[in-house]
């Protein structure tokens, strides 16, 4: 790897993708059809087991050429994500486990995880149908994607047989999505709202959807690429000796300015990332009947309520766009438009209120006064969302039929603390989010109250309830494919296969989707000097990271994870105040600001009123005067 190539992994690189799994660039909507079941390895594991991972990581869809996947697209795809304990079974040991961020060691459903995420009560783990403490542990998530039942069934039917015949067993089947849906059971159309990584194969397609496309560095989805703080996220690594075949890339970091490979030490994370997988209950009757109650039987008003919680109307047309009564008459009329910010056209909020889900969960130009500086840090944690809704459709939205269905909400994130717990915790649950006061999110934290800023006056609908139930979670590696073989080369069994060309259907020429790394060279220290892009503050001295041979004793993480790349660490102890009032902290300026009176309001004027700010470039390709290390998760940063 030289300078001009570490530069340009801000963007995935081409020769990554058939290393990386496919959910990590694409929803799969052309595989509507979907089956997750979680999968536990049988007690003694056996090399049977690493056999059938083996064979399994040679199975499972990478990212595909744009040309290619379309010819593949009716070909069933596999994916694959293991949890910490099914990490270990496999052979990891505690010390590589400790190379992991915090929230993936403690896992979903620690005391501390759960109080970042509001699990109490009714979805306290304790009632989860699985992944909480009463659950068969759950080791592998395998998601199983087609385009019909047929395709769904015969691809169920034979990796169960595989996985059966390997000793394993099904620790839950969740609930299939009974539909084609692009809408979820409230009745709203489902992800609109997407970031793009650089370096995407499909890449315009989101902007041929919405108008819009947020593209973010790769770094923010993949490990091993350059994030938005312009450093690489924390990788999980083993040492060179337990990787004899050199199937796993050299560990590479910045280090006093300049990018390093470790010859000793073996990078498992690359080209991997982290899968959050919620499966969330949903109350329609009980959504749509206490809005009904609100609007006083009115049925239009009740939707002009509905839209005001979520931020969007049911066609997915935005309501900072369409603030008032928008034609939202047929489900074909869709709109899903993403091409708006909230300054300055709805600075004061009276078209998307500032507590509605859409406001909360991406505040867009919002929480500073300088918009650009506002989207930078919202840029910092962004989720690529990969939901899918289960159970039956709704048939009558004010009739509660009794019938479970809900949304398997999934998110791919690089960082599980800065990016899915920041959102959940300082943003969704927040009572105090913004400048509002005892209202956090309508539609998924319980409210119980949410203001709707107006003219004269604002709108207080009191009372509201938790209309969603967790029902189960867990946090989830989605290994690279090397990586999976690596695990697999654990087993003393298990060979790791060779390379598997697959040809793709017509006349294509074949392509190696199933490609370990060839054996390289143990470079002593390969050293790449690195300088600071014009006019970026250099970062602090690099932290540097315990060798997985030598880790620290394991600490406790903070509730809310310092912003700044690369801090060094303390001994601070952990700390746990939920849903504590807290905004993004973005460099240079993290502390939001208060609404401003609509009169008040200094926005930038962008182009057009009401449109995207002007984001931040891309970063340029020289890089900092003074590089970091990649900012550790497993070590206390300094205050
Ligand atoms: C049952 C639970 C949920 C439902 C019914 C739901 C529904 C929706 C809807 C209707 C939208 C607007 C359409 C779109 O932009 O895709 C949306 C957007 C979004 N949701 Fe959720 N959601 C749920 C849970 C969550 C959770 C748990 C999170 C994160 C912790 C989340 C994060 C987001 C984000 C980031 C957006 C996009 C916002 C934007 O970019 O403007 N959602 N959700």
């Known amino acids: 790897m030289n300078e001009q190539t570490f530069l340009d992994r801000v963007a995935l690189q081409q020769d990554d993708w058939p290393n990386i799994q496919a959910l990590a660039v694409t929803a799969l909507s052309h595989h509507p059809l979907s089956y997750y079941v979680l999968l536990h390895f049988g007690e003694g594991m056996s090399g049977k087991a690493h056999q059938w991972l083996a064979a399994l990581a040679g199975r499972i869809t990478p990212i595909l050429p744009k040309e290619v996947a379309r010819q593949r697209k009716h070909d069933p795809v596999r994916n694959v994500a293991l949890t910490r ?36 009560g009714p979805a306290a783990p304790e009632s989860w149908h699985w992944g909480g403490p009463k659950n068969k542990t759950a080791h592998v998530l395998l998601m199983l994607f087609a385009r019909t039942p047929a395709d769904l069934d015969s691809v169920i039917n034979s990796e169960r047989a595989s996985w059966t015949q390997a000793g394993l067993s099904v620790a839950y089947e969740l609930p299939r999505p009974h539909r084609d849906s ?8 489902d992800g609109v709202g997407q970031p793009v990584p650089r370096g995407t194969p499909n890449s315009g397609k989101q902007k041929a959807r919405t108008g819009h496309e947020t593209q973010v560095n790769a770094g923010e989805f993949v490990l091993g690429y350059i994030n938005e703080d312009r450093v690489p996220p924390a990788s999980p690594s083993v040492a060179a000796e337990r990787d004899p075949q050199r199937i796993l890339p050299p560990r590479r970091r910045l280090e006093n300015g300049s990018y390093v490979e470790d010859a000793e030490v073996r990078d498992f994370g690359a ?22 109650a609100a609007a006083r039987g009115d049925a239009a008003r009740r939707e002009w309520l509905g839209a005001k919680i979520v931020g969007r109307w049911p066609s997915g047309a935005p309501a900072t766009l369409h603030p008032e009564a928008v034609a939202d008459p047929s489900p074909n009329a869709d709109d899903p438009s993403n091409d708006f910010s909230y300054r300055p056209a709805d600075v004061a909020g009276t078209g998307c209120p500032f507590g509605a889900h859409i406001r909360r969960s991406n505040p867009r130009d919002t929480l500073n006064e300088d918009p650009a500086v506002a989207l930078r840090s919202a840029r910092r944690h962004r989720l690529l969302r990969r939901g899918r809704s289960y159970g039956p459709p709704v048939t009558d939205r004010l009739q509660d039929d009794g019938k479970e269905r809900g949304l398997h909400f999934a998110c791919l994130n690089a960082d599980l603390e800065r990016q899915f717990e920041f959102v959940q915790q300082t943003w969704i649950n927040n009572p105090n989010f913004f400048s509002l006061s005892g209202e956090a999110d309508p539609l998924i934290a319980g409210g119980p109250a949410m203001s709707i800023p107006g003219c004269p006056v604002r709108e207080r609908i009191a009372g509201l309830q938790h209309f969603v139930t967790v029902r189960g979670g867990a946090y989830f590696l989605l290994p690279s494919l090397p990586a999976l073989r690596f695990l697999a080369s654990l087993g003393a069994a298990a060979s790791v296969p060779e390379p598997e060309v697959v040809k793709p259907a017509g006349d294509l020429e074949p392509i190696a989707v199933a490609m370990p790394i060839p054996p390289q060279p143990a470079p002593a220290a390969a050293v790449i000097e690195t300088r600071a892009p014009e006019g970026e503050t250099p970062a602090p001295k690099p932290a540097s990271r315990p060798k997985p041979q030598a880790p620290a004793p394991k600490p406790q993480a903070p509730a809310v994870k310092p912003q700044a790349p690369a801090a060094k660490p303390s001994s601070q102890p952990k700390p746990a105040p939920p849903a504590a009032k807290s905004a993004s902290s973005p460099p240079p300026k993290p502390a939001p600001v208060p609404p401003p009176s609509p009169s008040k309001a200094k926005p930038a004027a962008p182009k057009v009123p009401g449109r995207s700010s002007p984001e931040p470039a891309a970063p340029k390709k020289t890089p900092p005067a003074k590089p970091s290390a990649p900012p550790s998760k497993n070590k206390k940063p300094k205050k």
């Open 271 to 292: 080209n991997g990332t982290y899968l959050v997988l919620r499966q969330i209950e949903q109350d329609v009757a009980s959504f749509w009947k206490t809005l009904d």
């Open 182 to 189: 692009t809408r979820e059971h409230f009745g709203f159309l």
């Open 85 to 120: 304990e099914g990490l270990l079974a496999l052979g990891l040991t505690g010390t590589e486990m400790e190379t992991f961020p915090f929230p993936f060691q403690d896992g979903m459903t620690s005391d501390h995880r759960r109080r970042i995420l509001g699990d109490d």
